[in-house]
């Protein structure tokens, strides 16, 4: 096999500062480029080892998509947020969280824009709307929550597939040696995690049928934990004091479940933010 030089780079990585002078690389007499972040299988390095630059790659990915697919479904007149949400799962978030169990543990706050954007160009709210009110209205599980159960699959395969010996060893050292610096160890970011609803003793042992019987249950306590601390947010917020959550938490509000008018639903979409306590809205079927 021949190498292709021009194609072939390196990447040093390393906390910042110069590279030494001693930090060249050959291969056939012919002199490497040295690179600060490199592409490998569609995911951005960078050397400084942080996913910066991988997390704003996707990010635009993901609202590029956003903007090819809401071409499409603004044509339609009428909205189900299970049709939107289906889309949204199937072209935004697969383009966005590609490979996030490697990268995405410190890049939650950045990928919930583009799911943001999506539902909120949807239903015509503006970008100072609060994230917490379009989850609340629309019964959504935070990005976070996504990329925690892409970890935990992630994790799994690692300890159960023979031949990923290398990483179950990466593994092992991650977990002894704790960093106060999350952005610099995987293992412990996920920990801390689960750890906010006192869960991240299912990972201390690194057994993967405990991991497997105990994830439904866990991700369920996130769940619940995310969307209460939602609702309590818009209990207490100064602005939007007339807000109030009428279905299920973790459920869209009624009249996102309902094939109605686009127009009409975008209306209520925009006002019930706005809406005081004296104020009701009544849906009754058309009679014919």
């Known amino acids: 096999m021949k190498v292709n030089i021009e194609k ?77 949400g289906k889309s949204f799962e199937s072209i ?10 490697i990268w995405g543990y410190a890049s939650a706050r950045e990928l919930e824009k583009v799911q943001m954007s999506y539902y909120k160009r949807i239903l015509g709210l503006t970008k100072l709307t609060p994230n917490y009110l379009v989850r609340l209205e629309l019964g959504l599980e935070p990005i976070v929550i996504k990329i925690i159960r892409k970890q ?41 995690r689960l750890e906010i609803v006192q869960q991240g003793w299912i990972v201390d042992q690194l057994d993967s049928d405990i991991i497997v019987q105990n994830q439904k249950e866990k991700i369920k306590k996130l769940q619940v934990y995310f969307a209460s601390e939602d609702d309590e947010r818009a209990k207490n917020s100064s602005y939007f004091t007339g807000y109030k959550k009428e ?39 058309r009679h014919k």
């Open 8 to 84: 072939t780079k390196v990447v040093i990585f390393r906390r910042g500062g110069r590279l030494r002078k001693q930090d060249r690389f050959f291969n056939e007499g012919k002199k490497l480029e040295i690179v600060t972040h490199f592409t490998y299988l569609g995911v951005p390095f960078s050397s400084s080892g942080k996913f910066f630059y991988a997390t704003e790659h996707f990010k635009n990915k993901g609202l590029a998509a956003v903007g090819a697919v809401l071409g499409i479904i603004m044509r339609f007149k009428l909205f189900i947020v299970e049709t939107l």
């Open 92 to 101: 935004v978030e697969s383009t966005t969280t590609y490979c996030c169990s």
């Open 152 to 192: 935990l699959g992630l994790l799994v395969r690692i300890l159960r597939e023979p031949e990923l010996e290398l990483a179950r060893n990466c593994l092992q050292h991650l977990k002894i040696h704790r960093s106060k610096e999350p952005h610099y160890n995987w293992f412990w970011s996920l920990r801390n």
């Open 247 to 285: 279905s299920t938490i973790g459920e869209p509000e009624q009249y996102l479940k309902h094939h109605m008018n686009k127009l009409f639903t975008r209306c209520i979409a925009s006002l019930r933010p706005q809406v005081t306590e004296n104020w009701e809205f009544i849906l009754r079927p």
